[in-house]
C-alpha cells in the first residue's frame, strides 16, 4: 500500500549500484587476480592473495586493529552516552547549539587537529603510546557516538518516564528501565560508526602512535600506494569487508532478540 | 508536494550545472595557456619575489604573471603516491618533481619525455657536480637527457649538541642505551634499512637476503630505544627539543637548525644516501614548450634562489648556493654538502635505485621489523567472552523487562 | 546559557567541551607565535595571516573545501533522507541487502573507496576534476545521513502515516507534513556528518581529482610531508573565528523566535 513511499528507495539503489557496488565489484576482481596497475591489460585468476593474508603477522595487525578500535568505541560510548543524554536534557532551544558545538572542532582539518595533540600530549608524556591513539580516535570519533544516541533519546515518549516515575520508579530505575532499552537504535548505530572508521583508521595511529606497529588500515594503504601491490591490497579489504559484515550480522541478530519486534535495527 | 520536488530538482541541477561549468576549468582562464605543474607540497618559494623590480607574490605567481599563463599547482606526500595518480589513464601534467629512483622506474616505463636543452638556457648554471653524480650513479640510463635537478641534499643525523654529548659520527650512535627514548626514526623501509645496511657496511640498494636479514635483527634490536617512527616530518618536534637524534634529510637538518640553535647536523662515516629531486616533462605533457620554460624559470637566479630560501633544501643552481652559503648559512652543515665532503669522496654516498618487485621484499623485512611482538590470541578470545556475556545480559534484562 | 541543568551535569559538558576544544586553541595560539613550530612559543605576530592572505594554492583550495562540502551536504542529506524513507517503509530483506551495500563505504578504509572510485572514473572515461570529487563526496557522506535518519524512523509511531492518510493526506503529503518534521533532528545530525566528512577528507578527494582542484586537507597532508606552516593555523583560527560568530547569530535568531513564539503563546 506504501507504493509511492517506497519508490523513493530506488533512486537510491541506482546509485550505489552505480557508485558503490560496481566499485566493489572492480575491487573484488582485483583480489582474485593478478596483474600490476601500470600494465593493468594482463589478468590471471588466483586466490594466492587470501591465501597470503591468513598468515600469523596479518592475523596480529588484523587482531592489534580490532583491539584498539574496540577500546575506541566503548570509550566513546561511556563517555558519549551521558553527553547525548544530558544535552536531550538541556532547554529544547540551544539543543542544536550544544550538537552543533560537539561537531564544529570537526570543521578544522583532522591531521592539524592530530598535531596539535601531538603538542598537547607530548607536555603529558604520554605521545606515541597505545593510550595517545585510543585519545586521538576517541577525541575524533566520539561526535558519530553523541549525534546517534542523541537523536534516540529526543525520540523517547516523554510520558514514558513520567509513567515510569508515576509507577514508584526512582529516576535511576527509570533511566535503566525506559530511557537506556529505548535508546538502543541509537547507542548501536553510534557503535557501527565508531567501531567501522576506528578498525581502519592509519593516519591517527601512526601520528600519536609514532609507527611502532603497522594496522590494518597501514597494511592496506601501503599496498595500494607503496607496494602497488593492489591485488593484495583488496583482497585484504575484501576480507575486513566480510568480517564487518558478518559481526553486524549477529549484533542485528541480538538485537532483534532484545528489541521489540525487530524494530531496535534494520 | 510539488514544492518538494521542486527542491530536489532545483538541487541537482544547481549540482550538475556547477559541476559542468567547473568541468571545462582545465583549459581556459579567458584562453591563456595553462601549465599542470606536480609538486612534493612545501617544495616551492611562497614568499614574495622581486624580478627585474616587479614584486610578486610567490614563484608561481610570477610565472603566470610573466609569462602571462594559467598553473594548476597540484601537490603530491611520496613518490609513490604521485606515481599511482601519474599511471591513472587520464592524469596530463606538465612538470613533475619526483626523486632520483621514481624517475629511473619513470624512464625505463618510457613514461618521460626527454629535455630540449636549447630551451633551457639556464641549464648550464647547473653544478657540474650534480650533473657528474647522476651519470656515475646511474650508468645504464641516460638519466640527464630526462631531468633538470631542483634540490638536493644527504640524510643525516640531526643532534641536540646540549644534550647528546659524544661524538656524532657513526650511525652507531642511534644503537647506544644512553639515548633510549630519545631517538626519532623513519617509518620508511628504504631509510631505515638504509641506516641499518650502511652500519654493517652494505649497499643500501643490496638484493641480498642475507644482508638484510642482518639489517632487520639490528633494527630488531634498536627498537626499543625507538621514541617513534614517524611518517611524516620531524621537524616541529626536533625544533622543539623533544628527543635528542633524528634520522633526516639535510633540507630538514637546515630547518631545524635554522629554528633551534641547539641542534647540529652530522652524515655518518660508514655513508649515506645521496638524493636528487628533479624535474621532468611526461609523456601525456598537453604543453611541452611551456613545460621547458618553467624548468627554465625555476633554475633562474632569482626564483632558485627563492625557493631555496623558503624551503631551506639545498639548490643545484651553482651561483645561487654559492652566494646562499656566503650570506645566510655559513655554518649551516645540512645545508652545505661540500663543507662534509660528499663530492670529495671522503664519505661514500649511494642512491636509491628502482627496486622494482624487489621492494616487496624491504617491505616484508619492515613489517617483520614493526609487527606487534605479542600474541593476541589471549585477549582476542577475553574480549569475545565479554561481549557474548553483555549481549547474554542485555538479552536477560529485557526478557525481564517485558514482565513490566 | 544551559540552564536547568544539575551543577554536576553542567561540569560534565564543560569537561567534555574542553575536551574537545583544547586541541583547537592550541592551534589558534601558534597562530599568533614568531616560531615556525608548534609547541614553542616564541613572540606574537601576525606574519601568518598576512602569508595566508598572499598564498593562492591554500585560497583556492578552501574554495573548493567549501563549494564541495556545501554541494555534497545538501544533495547527500536530501538524498539519504528521501532513501531512508524508502528503506523503512520497504521490507526486512530488502532492507538488508540495501543497508549492507550501504555500508560498505562506511567499512572500508578510504583508500580502498578512493581507488576503487578512481578505477570507475578511468573505466567509464570521465576526466577527473571537481565534478568528480563531488559525487565521490556524495557517495560516501549518503550512508552516513541514512545511518543517523534510520534511528529516528524506526523511534517513530508506526501508525503516524496511517492516521495521516485517513485525515485524507497523500502519501507524499503525509511524508513531507508527518515524518519529515518527525524525524528532523536525525535529519540534521545527518547534515552536519555529511558536511563534517566532506570537509575532513584527503585520501578519497586525492585520488578523484585533477587539473588543479584540491582542497584544504590534500594540501595540508602533503605539506605536513615536509613542514606543517603556521599560516594553515592561521586559516584554521580564521575559520573558527568564522565558525563561532555564525553560531552566535543563529542562536540570536533562535532565542528570538522563541521570544516571538512564547508572546504569541501568552496572547492566547
Same mark, same amino acid.
Given at each position: ?17 552505480m ?33 597470503e ?7 596480529n ?24 543524554w544530558?544535552i536531550s536534557k538541556?532547554n529544547?532551544?540551544?539543543?542544536n547549539?550544544?550538537?552543533?558545538l560537539f561537531?564544529?572542532?570537526?570543521w ?5 587537529r592530530t ?5 598537547i600530549?607530548s ?6 603510546t ?6 586521538g580516535?576517541?577525541?575524533n ?11 534516540a533519546?529526543?525520540?523517547?515518549d ?9 509507577l514508584g ?9 525506559v530511557?537506556?532499552?529505548?535508546s538502543?537504535?541509537?547507542?548501536i548505530?553510534g557503535i557501527?560508526m565508531?567501531?567501522?572508521p576506528?578498525?581502519?583508521?592509519f593516519?591517527i ?5 609514532g ?9 592496506i ?8 601491490n ?8 575484501v ?14 541478530k541480538?538485537g532483534?532478540i ?9 | ?12 541541477a544547481v ?7 567547473n568541468?571545462n576549468?582545465?583549459g ?13 607540497g612545501e617544495?616551492?618559494?611562497?614568499d ?6 616587479v614584486?610578486?607574490?610567490?614563484v608561481?605567481?610570477?610565472?603566470e ?10 601537490t ?7 606515481y ?7 592524469a596530463?601534467?606538465d ?8 624517475i ?5 616505463q ?5 629535455i630540449?636543452?636549447s ?5 648550464s ?21 630526462y ?7 644527504t640524510?643525516?643525523?640531526?643532534y641536540d ?5 659524544k661524538?656524532?659520527?657513526s650511525?652507531?650512535i642511534l644503537?647506544?642505551?644512553d ?53 611524516? /616530518?620531524?621537524d616541529?618536534?626536533? #625544533?622543539?627539543?623533544?628527543?635528542y637524534?633524528? =634520522? $633526516?634529510?639535510? !633540507?630538514?637538518? &637546515? +630547518? ?7 641542534m647540529s647536523?652530522?652524515i ?14 611526461p609523456?601525456?605533457?598537453q ?11 625555476m633554475?633562474s ?7 631555496t ?15 646562499v652559503?656566503?650570506e645566510?648559512?655559513?655554518?649551516n652543515?645540512?645545508?652545505n ?11 661514500q ?7 622494482g618487485?624487489?621492494?616487496k621484499?624491504?617491505?616484508k ?5 614493526? /609487527?606487534?611482538?605479542r600474541?593476541? #590470541? ?6 569475545? =567472552? $565479554?561481549?557474548? !556475556?553483555l549481549? &547474554? +545480559? ?11 | 546559557?544551559?540552564?536547568?541543568l ?5 561540569i ?8 574537545l ?5 592550541v592551534l589558534?595560539?601558534y ?13 606574537f ?5 598576512r ?22 551536504t545538501?544533495?547527500?542529506t536530501?538524498?539519504?533522507?528521501v532513501?531512508a524513507?524508502g ?5 526486512k530483506r530488502?532492507q ?8 560498505l563505504?562506511v ?13 570507475l572514473?578511468i ?8 565534478t568528480?570529487?563531488?559525487l ?9 545521513v541514512?545511518?543517523s535518519v534510520?534511528?529516528r524512523l ?10 495521516a492518510q ?9 511524508v513531507?507534513?508527518v515524518?519529515i518534521?518527525e524525524?528532523?533532528?536525525g535529519?540534521?545530525a ?7 566528512m566532506?570537509i ?10 585533477s ?13 605536513a ?26 542562536n540570536r ?5 522563541k ?9 492566547k
Open positions: 500500500m506504501n507504493r509511492t513511499i517506497k519508490a523513493l528507495l530506488y533512486p537510491y539503489v541506482v546509485w550505489i549500484a557508485m558503490i557496488v560496481v566499485p566493489f565489484f572492480l575491487i573484488f576482481f582485483y583480489s582474485i587476480t593478478q596483474s600490476r596497475p601500470d600494465s593493468p591489460a594482463i589478468f590471471r585468476f588466483t586466490l594466492q592473495h587470501y591465501r593474508f591468513f598468515k600469523t603477522e596479518n592475523i595487525i588484523l587482531s592489534k586493529s580490532v583491539i584498539l578500535a574496540v577500546e575506541t568505541t566503548i570509550l566513546c560510548l561511556v563517555l558519549g552516552y551521558p553527553a547525548a544530558i538541556t529544547v532551544n540551544i539543543q547549539m550544544i550538537l552543533l561537531i564544529l572542532p570537526m578544522i582539518n583532522m591531521l592539524l598535531y596539535a595533540w601531538q603538542v600530549l607536555r603529558t608524556g604520554l605521545l606515541y597505545d593510550t595517545a591513539v585510543v585519545i580516535m576517541v577525541y570519533f566520539i561526535p558519530f557516538m553523541v549525534l546517534p544516541i542523541y537523536t533519546i529526543t525520540k523517547i516523554k510520558s514514558l518516564i513520567e509513567a515510569a516515575n508515576d520508579a526512582s529516576s535511576k530505575e527509570a533511566f535503566l528501565k530511557v537506556f532499552p529505548l538502543m537504535p541509537g547507542v548505530t557501527v565508531v567501531f567501522l576506528a578498525v581502519s583508521a593516519a595511529p601512526r601520528l600519536l602512535g609507527g611502532q606497529y603497522v594496522l590494518i588500515g597501514n597494511l594503504e601501503k599496498q595500494f600506494y607503496l607496494l602497488n593492489w591485488n593484495f591490497g583488496s583482497a585484504v579489504s576480507i575486513l569487508m566480510i568480517l564487518i559484515l558478518i559481526s553486524m550480522r549477529f549484533m542485528r541480538s532483534e532484545s528489541g521489540r519486534g525487530g524494530a531496535i535495527l534494520w | 508536494m510539488k514544492r518538494f520536488f521542486l527542491v530536489i530538482f532545483t538541487v541537482v549540482f550538475f550545472i556547477t559541476a559542468c561549468s568541468k576549468q582545465g581556459n582562464d579567458s584562453g591563456k595557456q595553462v601549465l599542470n605543474v606536480f609538486n612534493w617544495y616551492i618559494g611562497f614574495p619575489v622581486t624580478i627585474n623590480g614584486t610578486y607574490d610567490n608561481i605567481d610570477a610565472f604573471k610573466i609569462y602571462n599563463v594559467k598553473v594548476n599547482y597540484e603530491f606526500d611520496s613518490n609513490e603516491a604521485m599511482t595518480k601519474l599511471i591513472a589513464g587520464d596530463r601534467y612538470v613533475i618533481i619526483p626523486s632520483d629512483y621514481m629511473e622506474r619513470l624512464i625505463k618510457d613514461r618521460l619525455n626527454k630540449d636543452f630551451l633551457i638556457p639556464n641549464y648554471l647547473i653544478s657540474q657536480d650534480i650533473v657528474n653524480k647522476l651519470d656515475e650513479e646511474y650508468p645504464d640510463i641516460e638519466m640527464n637527457d631531468v633538470v635537478p631542483y634540490f638536493y641534499g640524510v643525516g643525523i640531526v649538541k646540549t644534550k647528546v654529548t661524538t656524532v659520527d650511525w652507531s644503537w647506544d642505551e639515548y633510549k627514548k630519545k631517538i626519532f626514526m623513519y617509518d620508511s623501509q628504504r631509510d631505515s634499512l638504509m641506516v641499518a645496511l650502511k652500519l654493517l657496511g652494505y649497499s643500501m640498494n643490496t638484493h641480498d637476503l642475507d644482508e638484510l636479514q642482518q639489517a632487520k635483527e639490528k633494527l630488531i634490536e634498536q627498537k626499543p630505544l625507538v621514541y617513534a617512527y614517524v611518517g611524516d /616530518s620531524v616541529q618536534q626536533m #625544533i622543539d627539543g623533544e628527543a637524534l633524528a =634520522v $633526516v634529510y639535510s !633540507g630538514d637538518a &637546515a +630547518y631545524i637548525m635554522y629554528n633551534n640553535p641547539n647536523f652530522a655518518p662515516k660508514e655513508g649515506t644516501n645521496f638524493w636528487i629531486d628533479s624535474m621532468v616533462i609523456k601525456t605533457s604543453n611541452v614548450e611551456l613545460a621547458h620554460k618553467f624548468i627554465n624559470f633554475i637566479p632569482e626564483i632558485a634562489r627563492a625557493n630560501e623558503y624551503v631551506m633544501y639545498t639548490t643545484p643552481v651553482e651561483q645561487v648556493f654559492n652566494e652559503i656566503e645566510d648559512w655559513a655554518n652543515y645540512a645545508y654538502p661540500t663543507i662534509i665532503d660528499v663530492f670529495g669522496g671522503n664519505i654516498t649511494e642512491v636509491f635505485r628502482d627496486p618487485d624487489f621492494i621484499e624491504y617491505d623485512i619492515w613489517s617483520e621489523v614493526l /609487527s606487534p611482538e600474541n593476541y #590470541i589471549v585477549p582476542i578470545v577475553i574480549g569475545g =567472552v $565479554v561481549i557474548i !556475556g549481549v &547474554a +545480559y542485555l538479552v536477560l534484562k529485557k526478557r525481564k523487562n517485558r514482565v513490566y | 546559557m544551559v540552564k536547568g544539575k551543577i554536576q551535569h553542567k560534565y559538558l564543560g569537561l567534555m567541551f574542553l575536551f576544544y583544547a586541541p583547537i586553541f589558534v595560539l597562530s599568533f607565535n614568531t616560531s615556525e613550530a608548534m609547541g614553542r612559543w616564541t613572540g605576530t601576525l606574519k601568518w595571516y602569508e595566508l592572505f598572499r598564498s593562492d594554492v591554500i585560497k583556492n583550495a578552501f574554495y573548493y573545501t567549501i563549494i564541495c562540502a556545501i554541494i555534497s545538501i544533495v547527500s536530501v538524498f539519504g533522507t532513501a524513507i528503506i523503512y517503509y520497504h521490507k530488502v538488508d541487502y540495501v543497508l549492507n551495500v550501504n555500508y563505504p567499512i572500508n578504509p578510504d583508500i580502498v573507496t578512493a581507488v576503487s572510485l578512481m578505477l572514473y573505466s567509464v572515461g570521465i576526466q577527473r576534476g571537481f568528480t570529487m563531488v565521490a563526496h556524495i557517495m560516501f557522506s549518503t550512508p552516513y541514512i545511518l534510520l534511528p524506526q523511534a517513530m509511531d508506526p501508525h503516524l502515516i496511517d492516521a485517513d485525515l485524507g493526506a497523500t502519501q507524499l503529503q503525509a513531507r507534513k515524518i518534521p524525524i528532523m533532528p535529519i540534521i545527518g547534515m552536519l556528518i555529511a558536511f563534517t566532506s575532513d577528507d584527503f585520501v578519497i578527494s586525492y585520488f578523484n581529482t587539473g588543479g582542484v584540491t582542497n584544504l586537507s590534500i594540501e595540508i597532508f602533503n605539506m610531508k615536509r613542514r606543517i606552516r603556521p599560516t594553515v593555523n592561521a586559516l584554521a583560527t580564521l575559520m573558527v573565528a568564522v565558525i563561532v560568530m555564525f553560531v552566535f547569530i543563529i535568531i533562535g532565542s528570538k523566535k521570544m516571538e513564539y512564547r508572546l504569541k503563546e501568552d496572547e
